[in-house]
């Protein structure tokens, strides 16, 4: 069978129409996927950071900062956080909290938000050990209160003033740091297990209420990281814990702030209530 196509004026000009029109979207694909893998991880989002002087909380808001993010920065001791802080001064809010006075972390919040409009992360990494190697019997009561307000109260303070927020923009990110010890208990360390298991449990009870918001609370449960805090431990403290773990060593900041940024991504959009595992292999459930 003979096909004859007769090429006319008008043919050639929807050809011709055709084929710009293809070009013109073909061209607007790469430039978006250009733009995108220009864009970093936390691009334009703002995240609060407690503790973000010393420790996890300086080297994961270093990390949120790297990736594009304004940061809301809370510590007591801000003139450490000016120390650590340099060179980003349009992305950075530094604000002194006492994270047990409820009062001055609801206030601490509306000066983030006032400053950078929104907030889309929380991260909560102000915490202490208290007292450490010694039994339940000889804890002192004050101290495990202390250990108590910081740990897990100030958690509370903090997810309960942004949560609000949060709701009006049908998105967000709530990360609280737990502990290994919080999910096994250490020996030792009755305040601090307890604490960090109370965070663990409104972890996983925030993370149900909030499911259908497009808010995602999760917990991170780290063995041995090295910290200050740990520095601050007797040795035999820190070497009970080391010996519980499979690949004989402490874990790092770089490991922990990796994780971390992973969990309060906006890939991380389907795990809620849970608590992630950093632990060498000691917990494998």
């Known amino acids: 069978m003979l096909i004859i196509i007769v090429v ?33 991880g936390f691009n334009s989002q703002v995240a609060i950071i407690t503790g973000a002087a010393s420790g996890l909380g300086l080297v994961i808001a270093h990390k949120l900062l790297n990736e ?22 349009d992305k950075e809010e530094f604000v002194s909290v006492d994270v047990t006075d409820q009062e001055m972390v609801e206030k601490a919040v509306e000066q983030v938000i006032g400053r950078f409009g929104k907030v889309d992360i929380l991260i909560n990494c102000a915490g202490i050990t208290g007292a450490t190697n010694v039994k339940s019997h000889e ?10 307000d ?29 502990s290994i010890a919080g999910k096994e208990g ?11 298991a109370a965070v663990i449990g409104m972890t996983k ?4 209420e909030y499911a259908e918001t497009g808010i995602t609370i999760n917990a991170l449960a780290p063995a041995v990281i090295e910290t200050p805090l740990v520095h601050a431990m ?18 790092t900041l770089e490991e922990a702030a990796n994780m971390a940024a ?7 959009s389907f795990t809620t209530g849970f608590t992630f595992d950093l632990s060498g292999g000691r917990a494998t459930y």
């Open 139 to 148: 804890v002192n009561t004050d101290n495990i209160k202390k250990v108590f």
């Open 205 to 208: 009870v925030q993370g149900k």
């Open 186 to 196: 250490n020996a030792g360390m009755l305040a601090y297990s307890a604490s960090k």
């Open 262 to 268: 992973f969990i309060v991504s906006a890939e991380n």
């Open 150 to 178: 910081i740990n897990f109260m100030g958690s509370f303070y903090t997810s309960k003033a942004v949560l609000p927020y949060m709701l009006a923009n049908h998105y967000g990110r709530i990360l609280h740091i737990a």
């Open 68 to 89: 594009g993010a304004f940061v809301g920065l809370f510590d007591l001791n801000t003139a450490a956080l000016r120390k650590e802080f340099i060179g980003n001064p």
């Open 234 to 251: 007797p040795d035999t403290q820190v070497k009970y814990m080391t010996d519980k773990i499979p690949m004989r060593r402490c874990g």
């Open 8 to 40: 006319t004026p008008i043919l050639i000009k929807q050809l011709k129409s055709s084929y710009e029109l293809l070009l013109t979207l073909a061209q607007r694909h790469l430039l978006n996927v250009h733009k995108k893998s220009m864009q970093t």
